[in-house]
């Protein structure tokens, strides 16, 4: 085993850190979150810290790096109040992956890209045109980690929109059939092959 302590992590070059510390916790989700700024700008960013944190209600949250520059996914959640996630798929890895360059604020990513946008049921924010799981969430609260200056985002689902062939009769959204990607770190996508479900379990 190759031992990195506490002291070596914080003295590596930022890429390798980066990298090393993002692999670490394993296969991560890869999302695009969509956002609409004040003056109507549209905005779209890669984010692959999304994560559910409880059903009922239903809150999903993701990690914002500092604030130390503009983050536009950031600024128009709290001007606007609202926010959309999209996992991303195979067909679209490479021009979801570009939303990560630092576009400032007046430039769209997509218009950067070939990925489009989409308005449904007067929701306030852009879907990604074609993404077979799209959701619309409401802004509720965010939270300032103070040991690093990261901001955990938290919003509850308004609207789910799921492509039918990837929902099974227990409300499984079964990920494979759409070929959606799970992301090793900060630039390695993967496509998982079937799951393989197990029973609901009670005590032996
Ligand atoms: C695979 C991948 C995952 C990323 N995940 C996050 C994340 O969870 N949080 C974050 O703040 N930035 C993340 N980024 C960086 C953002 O995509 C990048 O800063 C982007 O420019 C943010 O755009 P915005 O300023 O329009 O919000 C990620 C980048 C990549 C390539």
Do not use: C, W
């Amino acid at each position: 085993m190759i031992e990195f302590s506490k002291n070596q992590i914080d003295k590596l070059p930022h890429l390798e850190k980066i990298n090393l510390i993002n692999s670490a916790t394993g296969y991560k989700s890869a999302n695009l979150i969509g956002t609409i700024s004040e003056d109507h700008i549209t905005n779209l960013a890669i984010f692959s810290s999304v994560t559910h944190y409880g059903s009922a209600p239903a809150i999903f949250g993701f990690v914002v790096r500092p604030t130390t520059v503009t983050r536009n996914t950031y600024t128009n959640i709290k001007t606007t109040g609202y926010f959309t996630i999209n996992p991303v798929h195979e067909k679209i890895i490479t021009d979801a992956h570009h939303t990560s360059a630092k576009y400032p604020e007046g430039i769209s990513e997509f218009e950067k890209t070939d990925l489009e946008e989409e308005y449904k049921d007067n929701f306030k924010a852009p879907f990604v045109k074609g993404s077979p799981i799209q959701i619309g969430l409401k802004f509720l609260e965010e939270h300032h980690i103070k040991a690093n200056g990261t901001i955990l985002v938290l919003g509850e689902i308004v609207k789910l929109y799921v492509k039918e062939s990837l929902i099974e009769n227990d409300l499984f959204i079964n990920l494979s059939k759409a070929n959606i990607a799970t992301i090793n770190g900060l630039d390695g996508y993967t496509i998982p092959l079937a799951p393989k479900r197990q029973a609901y379990q009670r005590p032996k």
